[in-house]
């Protein structure tokens, strides 16, 4: 009887030995799976500094487009003075055609009357002040 036990345990250790996997060679998977976790840490923590490096240059790029938008907006402006300058310029220009145009106006002696309206009337001249308020 004893015997019997003995050795359907001989046989269970026998077969319990495919199963069962020897320390050495668990602690070796051990290791392995560690090893794996390592590198998988390893790379998702490139991942995260890719991450941040491709953060950083959009960042860049975003601060270099505000730049060049306010580049632009200084362009905009130097435009925009220019133009008021030649506005300016082209203003004192007819102001001083203007000026030009009655200084040669001459007042005839003659007085008529038109409309009702009494006065030295600018006879000669009543074509270059329409031509002048026409401009």
């Known amino acids: 009887m004893v015997s019997t036990l003995i ?10 030995s495919f199963f069962v996997k020897h320390p050495e060679v668990r602690e070796r998977e051990r290791e392995r799976e560690r090893e794996r ?3 998988r ?4 923590r490139e ?9 950083e240059r959009e960042r860049e790029r ?6 060049e938008r306010e580049r632009e907006r200084e362009r905009e402006r130097e435009r925009e003075k220019r133009e008021r300058e030649r506005e300016r ?24 009357k038109m409309w009702g309206c009494s006065g030295y009337l600018r006879v000669a001249g009543i074509q270059k002040i329409a031509a002048f308020f026409r401009n």
């Open 7 to 16: 050795r359907y345990f001989e046989w269970v250790a026998f077969f319990h």
């Open 37 to 39: 976790e390592r590198e």
């Open 41 to 44: 840490e390893e790379r998702e």
């Open 47 to 55: 991942r995260e500094r890719e991450r941040e490096r491709e953060r």
């Open 62 to 67: 975003e601060r270099e487009r505000e730049r």
């Open 89 to 112: 310029e082209r203003e004192r220009e007819r102001e001083r055609e203007r000026a030009e145009i009655r200084k040669n106006i001459r007042i005839p002696k003659k007085k008529f």
